[in-house]
Nanobody
Framework: QVQLVESGGGLVQAGGSLRLSCTAS????????MGWFRQAPGKEREFVAA????????YLLGSLRGRFTISRDNAKSTVYLQMNSLKPEDTAVYYC????????????????????WGQGTQVTVSS
């Protein structure tokens, strides 16, 4: 079992930046592909970004490319989401997920593919 704790959310003005962190404990972090999802009020949880267990592959929602970046530091058991040029429509609760994998390159973009979730961190972007 792995426990995930997100941090780094908050209130920021449009155009600003935030870096979210998700730190894992309990199991070997490099056995997990990781992902970030977000859920805005009244909407379903949507995929944001994914990274393979080694960090060799990343994938972002197309509309976010150029503004968001996902990365990980396996020595720190942490995955990051760097968010730049934030917009009010980025306002949501952001969740990280973990999925066990033996592949160095697989990554996952669907809610159903993830086994473990953090509690979420609120990101609010004011106009």
């Amino acid at each position: 079992q792995v426990q995930l704790v997100e941090s780094g959310g908050g209130l920021v003005q449009a155009g600003g930046s935030l870096r979210l962190s998700c730190t894992a404990s309990g199991r070997t972090f490099n056995m997990y592909a990781m992902g970030w999802f977000r859920q805005a009020p009244g909407k379903e949880r949507e995929f944001v970004a994914a990274i393979s267990r080694t960090g060799s592959r990343t994938y972002l929602l197309g509309s976010l490319r150029g503004r968001f970046t996902i990365s990980r530091d396996n020595a720190k058991s942490t995955v990051y989401l760097q968010m730049n040029s934030l917009k009010p429509e980025d306002t949501a609760v952001y969740y990280c997920g973990a999925r066990t994998t033996f592949s160095d390159t697989n990554l996952y973009t669907s809610n159903d593919e993830y086994e473990h979730w953090g509690q979420g961190t609120q990101v609010t972007v004011s106009s």
